[in-house]
């Protein structure tokens, strides 16, 4: 074993002492979910010693990409849409955090919106009649703070991750 490879699992049996769990757990798809797993998230985190200082950044990615999927979930069979939370600590010292959802011919249409050529003013942001900029910004925030991230089609399901170096 390369002396990089001993030092991430070493860093991660410290991290983890009493053994490495994935956390992963369903939300119904309804906006109440985003707050709760914001929350569910922040406490897993917590509870894997030595990874405090990405937590807040990992919580707020969250926040943006299980938005969207909860705006934008579908069950074409009519059931009651769900995403999913999926968190792990992995080897090469990052954690990280997958959204999951029903709509995988959605994954090809997510993409970072461009960015404006011209800054922003306040009036393009409410609009003058309170329909302005409402959303459109949560993957340029996971663009410039994840070390990676991705959508890929799993199955039947969309993945949207990211990665942060802890």
Excluded: C
């Excluded at 998230?41 to 405090?52: A, D, S």
């Excluded at 938005?67 to 069950?75: E, I, K, L, P, Q």
């Excluded at 849409?81 to 959204?99: F, P, Q, S, T």
């Amino acid at each position: 074993m390369s002396q990089t490879a001993k030092a991430a699992s070493n860093r991660l049996a410290r991290a983890n002492p009493d053994g490495f769990q994935p956390y992963r757990r369903p939300y119904p798809a309804h906006p109440e979910s985003v707050g709760v797993a914001r929350d569910d998230l922040r406490q897993r985190l917590t509870q894997w010693h030595g990874i405090t200082r990405v937590i807040e950044t990992a919580v707020l990615l969250l926040s943006e990409i299980i938005t969207n999927s909860v705006r934008h979930a579908d069950d074409p069979e009519g059931d009651e849409a769900k995403v999913v939370v999926r968190a792990e600590l992995r080897a090469d010292a990052r954690v990280l955090i997958e959204v999951i959802d029903g709509d995988p011919e959605s994954a090809d249409k997510v993409a970072v919106p461009a960015q404006a050529s011209e800054p922003v003013s306040f009036e393009d942001i409410d609009g003058a009649d309170g329909e302005g900029l409402v959303g459109g910004r949560g993957l340029l925030l996971v663009e410039a703070m994840a070390e990676e991230w991705g959508v890929v089609k799993r199955g039947d399901t969309k993945v949207v991750w990211f990665s942060l170096d802890w």
